[in-house]
């Protein structure tokens, strides 16, 4: 199975930040990578999609990029509403993986 | 609008079955392969399972390859997942998924159930 490697597993930044968080594949992914935010009680939603295509109705302050092995996601100027879990996902291989996710809180 | 909807969660002994299922509706439910992801209490999210458009491909996480089956009944819009010989390791919320395009493989998951809780425990 493919393994995804997430860093870091937490994070703490202030509304305004500007926050990176990275996830690297076991082997080639291509482009096969999706980003996942999940907050307590609710279902994940899809931000990012394809490495660096953005989902219908998320916030342009997010954004992706990468493709192999390596991949990052960005968020320019960090929201109230945007303190969440973050997963990577890849869908290059029909056994679908997830990172170990990236705790956001607040500073 | 599109919506999808698990039921089935419950409090379960070891050793016994459950069966969750999801129902579709504003979309074309036949068109797209339907996924199941679980999240442990504490724990991040797990892929388990995965349906294609018309049933005939299946595919399973090695965690629980052989006592979980998905399933899925085109004619009324709902997924399955029936989970044998359950242990405390697979208490968790179970979500269903819809794959982002229809018919198309290796895609993102964009319509997601609000999840339906599953506790083993004696």
């Known amino acids: 199975d493919i393994q995804m490697t997430q860093s870091p597993s937490s994070l703490s930044a202030s509304v305004g930040d500007r926050v990176t968080i990275s996830c690297r594949a076991s082997?080639?992914?291509?482009?096969?990578l999706n980003w996942y935010q999940k907050k307590p009680g609710k279902a994940p939603k899809l931000l990012i999609y394809?490495?660096?295509s953005l989902q219908s109705g998320v916030p342009s302050r997010f954004s992706g990029s990468g493709s192999g092995t390596d991949f990052t996601l960005t968020i320019s100027s960090l929201q109230p509403e945007d303190f969440a879990t973050y997963y990577c996902?890849?869908?290059?291989?029909?056994?679908?993986?997830f990172g170990q996710g990236t705790k956001l809180e607040i500073k | 609008q599109v919506q999808l909807v698990e039921s089935g969660g419950g409090v379960v002994q070891p050793g016994r079955s459950l069966r969750l299922s999801c129902a579709g509706s504003?979309?074309?439910?036949?068109?797209?392969?339907m996924h199941w992801v679980r999240q442990a209490p504490g724990k991040g999210l797990e892929w388990v399972a995965v349906?294609?458009?018309?049933?005939?491909?299946?595919y399973y996480a090695d965690s629980v390859k052989g006592r979980i089956s998905i399933s899925r009944d085109n004619s009324n819009n709902t997924l399955f997942l029936q989970m044998n010989s359950l242990r405390a390791e697979d208490t968790a919320v179970y979500y269903c998924?819809?794959?982002?395009?229809?018919?198309?493989?290796?895609?993102?998951?964009?319509?997601w159930g609000q999840g339906t809780m599953v506790t083993v425990s004696s």
């Open positions: 998924a819809r794959e982002r395009r229809e018919l198309l493989p290796h895609d993102a998951f964009d319509v």
């Open positions: 504003g979309f074309t439910f036949s068109s797209y392969a």
């Open positions: 349906i294609s458009y018309d049933g005939g491909h299946k």
């Open positions: 082997e080639s992914i291509a482009a096969y």
């Open positions: 394809a490495a660096s």
């Open positions: 996902q890849q869908s290059y291989s029909t056994l679908r993986t």
